[in-house]
């Protein structure tokens, strides 16, 4: 585990918040966001793994909750971060209420290749965007690695001509991205990783393997600020900072994140409070001018409260806390290798 510490179950327990809260539009296949939130001797942190993820795989999320509220941070290089407006699988009539939420954004990063939905779903969307932010917007689109080698060809052929800054994670696999990239390099188009950063035991395999230009980094699964640091000065290439649809209390840690980079050559997908249609404090981190600030934040009780869990979730949180901690605590009690 990247964290020097790992404090006592109990003290994480005892602050623990479980909420429930409600989206402006369905994301990812929800329509309701859960986290778990605690707080320790540096302020809140947040612990958001979505439910399919094994307890393994959370580990990490809970690694990066508990670094972020009990030790300091990095320094950070600058006070605002410049972010990207997300634009989820709507249809393309409702994208102008979507990019409404995003004020001064002129970048958007679109969902394409949703369960259902087909190609032509996605070309009507991206053509709203670029109708709604004009010539000089910039549109980056995210398959989630949902389309095999020859679709993701076929899409891309189809999209080009709404001038891309990039395409993430078109396909699932390093192979794919990598042949995907070679059979596309005459159009000039990036190719970002996100997924295999993230879900990768090697996240800068995708890199050293010839198959991303860029890297889409989160701090939740990469476990934290400091290993998150390390995965971008190792891949060598420019990063994007990203957010997996948490409170602000989450997004609160990639905001230290993007602040701590040396360089910050893209906006970040730290909007995404916008996507919310309640938060867990009365000053979210959404965008003002296409920026959020550089700060934590801390939740308001009683919005803590409004916004809780009902008991059976909360219970069910509470329990995945427990056996990620128990993870955590397998590894540090786990001998040092020979050398």
């Known amino acids: 585990m990247s964290n020097e510490i790992l404090p006592p179950l109990e003290d994480l327990l005892a602050t623990t918040r479980v909420v429930s809260l409600p989206l402006n539009t369905r994301f990812r296949g929800v329509e309701t966001r859960e986290a778990l939130l605690f707080e320790g001797p540096h302020g809140w942190a947040e612990f958001s793994p979505f439910v399919e993820y094994d307890d393994t ?66 070309v009507a969307r991206v053509r709203a965007v670029r109708e709604a932010m004009g010539a000089e917007g910039r549109i980056r689109l995210d398959a989630n690695g949902a389309w095999n080698l020859d679709e993701a060809e076929h899409a891309v052929h189809a999209l080009a001509e709404f001038d891309l ?53 989160k701090v939740q699964p990469l476990g934290g600020v400091r290993r998150a640091l390390r995965v971008v000065a190792k891949a060598g290439v420019p990063a994007v900072v990203s957010s997996a649809l948490d409170t602000s209390v989450g997004l609160g840690m990639g905001v230290a994140l993007a602040a701590a980079l040396p360089e910050l050559s893209y ?58 901690h128990a993870v955590l605590a397998a590894r540090v009690s786990r001998p040092a290798a020979p050398r």
């Open 267 to 324: 906006d970040c997908g730290l909007g995404t409070a916008s996507l919310l249609a309640v938060d867990v404090t009365a000053d979210p981190l959404v965008a003002g001018s296409g920026e959020v600030p550089v700060r934590r934040v801390t939740p308001d009780r009683e919005l803590l409260v409004e916004h809780a869990a009902d008991h059976e979730r909360s219970t069910w949180w509470r329990d995945r806390l427990r056996r990620c």
């Open 57 to 122: 795989e959370a580990a990490a999320w809970l690694d990066a909750a508990i670094d972020f509220a009990w030790r300091p941070q990095p320094s950070a290089c600058r006070t605002a971060i410049p972010v990207n407006a997300t634009v989820p699988a709507v249809p393309a009539d409702r994208v102008g209420e979507v990019l409404a939420r995003f004020d001064g954004c002129r970048t958007a990063k679109v969902k394409v290749a949703e369960r259902g939905q087909l190609l032509a779903d996605d």
């Open 165 to 217: 800054e990039y395409l993430e994670q078109p396909c699932g696999s390093i192979d794919e991205l990598i042949e995907l990239r070679r059979r596309i390099r005459y159009l000039g188009i990036p190719i970002a990783a996100d997924e295999s950063v993230r879900k990768a035991e090697d996240p800068v395999a995708v890199v050293t393997a010839g198959a991303a230009d860029l890297v889409v980094v």
